[in-house]
């Protein structure tokens, strides 16, 4: 928290009466971080429902994005200390996992009203695409080893979202 209050140029009181504590600053971080994923989209209802695999490829490029580079460095803090905090741990799944999966199930469901998707089970369905930017080039990351590079990346996009539409396309 002193670093933090440093590097903002505040006292370290001004931080804890902005985000209470330590947990509190860290929920903040994780749900700013996982906002990306869904940026410019103003919520699931203006994502078209009649596009799947358009929306599908800008949500999978999101999250791969998120689940390379910085973030990886909060999540490999996060596992350090599961077994000694797991407030932290509630507050990164909350935040993180849990949010981006529940708001495309969302997106999945208008898609599966629509008549573009046949979603039986929106939530797991929504966990299995995200899955699939979870492989090998996220383990590297948190290993710290050579990361994928942008040729890697679009064509596991692609595939995923190929994938997907071949499994729930209408």
Do not use: W
Not at 19 to 29: D, M, N, P, T
Not at 75 to 81: F, K, Q
């Amino acid at each position: 928290m002193d670093a933090i209050a440093l590097d903002a140029g505040v006292s370290k009181m001004t931080v804890y009466s902005n985000f209470g504590s330590k947990e509190g600053l860290f929920q903040a971080v994780v749900r700013d971080r996982t906002a990306a994923v869904l940026a410019g989209f103003p919520g699931t209802g203006a994502l078209d429902p009649d596009q799947p695999e358009k929306v599908l490829l800008a949500i999978g490029a999101r999250f791969l994005a998120l689940t390379r580079g910085d973030a990886l460095g909060a999540l490999r803090a996060v596992y350090g200390v599961a077994g000694a905090q797991p407030e932290v741990c509630r507050a990164l799944y909350k935040e993180g996992p849990e949010r981006v999966n529940d708001e495309l199930a969302a997106y999945l469901r208008l898609a599966n009203s629509a008549g573009t998707l046949k979603v039986r089970n929106p939530l797991q369905a929504a966990d299995l695409f995200l899955s699939m930017f979870l492989g090998s080039g996220h383990i590297r990351g948190l290993l710290k080893l050579e990361m994928p590079g942008t040729r890697e990346n679009r064509a596991l996009l692609r595939e995923a979202v190929r994938v997907f539409m071949a499994a729930y396309g209408a």
